[in-house]
């Protein structure tokens, strides 16, 4: 009379076959030391930019470095975070506005994000010289118009960004163009 009892040896013969069935042939490339090819896609490294590499003469005289990464401007009215992956999302509290490096918001490659609160209201506010003509995407959460434009001071070719909106690039002719921006005033629209 046969037995219902498998033998060891059977049952790590039939997890082989089903390992092999299913093609999980890692644990035996393990064991012999071989590599698999990796089907996963790996995104570029970043490349790290801190206080030090951004501002390589020094920090403007209204700025102050509050770690490796962040400083903040205009006496704390605008906020530079260097070296982040981020999105539209990292501006969503009201009242400010923000401007990425790249386009989509950062959310494809690492780069500085700038922040705008209600302190840098109503004047035209420079981009930090090492920011300056780089930016790519941009979001205002204010319940006002802002401007950015191609020059220092407001100068040059301005764009309105109306209140509560976003462009996830900017286009080609104006991408990298930045220099200034400015937030109007409750009575004030593009």
């Not at 012999?32 to 005289?61: C, I, M, Q, R």
């Not at 490096?101 to 004047?123: K, P, R, T």
Request: proline fraction near 4%; glycine fraction near 8%.
């Amino acid at each position: 009379m046969q037995s219902s009892h498998s033998s060891p040896r059977s049952v790590a013969w039939l997890i082989g076959a089903v390992f092999v069935i299913l093609g999980l042939s890692g644990i035996s490339s393990a064991a012999t030391g071989a590599s698999e090819p990796s089907t996963e896609e790996t995104a570029p490294p970043a490349v790290e930019t801190t206080v030090a590499t951004a501002f390589p003469d020094g920090l403007p005289e209204d700025a102050v470095a509050v770690d490796k990464d962040t400083v903040l401007l205009e006496g704390g009215a605008v906020t530079l975070e260097l070296s982040v992956l981020s999105g539209a999302e990292d501006c969503a509290v009201a009242g400010k506005l923000c401007f990425w490096e790249h386009s989509n918001f950062n959310e494809n490659q690492a780069g500085w994000f700038l922040i705008y609160g209600e302190g840098a209201c109503c004047q035209w506010v420079d981009t930090p010289a090492a920011q300056a003509n780089e930016m790519s995407s941009w979001r205002n959460r204010r319940s006002n118009d802002s401007k950015w434009a191609h020059g220092t001071n407001g100068n040059g070719t301005q764009h309105c960004m109306d209140s509560n909106s976003r462009d996830s690039y900017v286009g080609d002719a104006n991408n990298d163009q930045m220099q200034s921006s400015r937030l109007l005033g409750v009575d004030s629209a593009c």
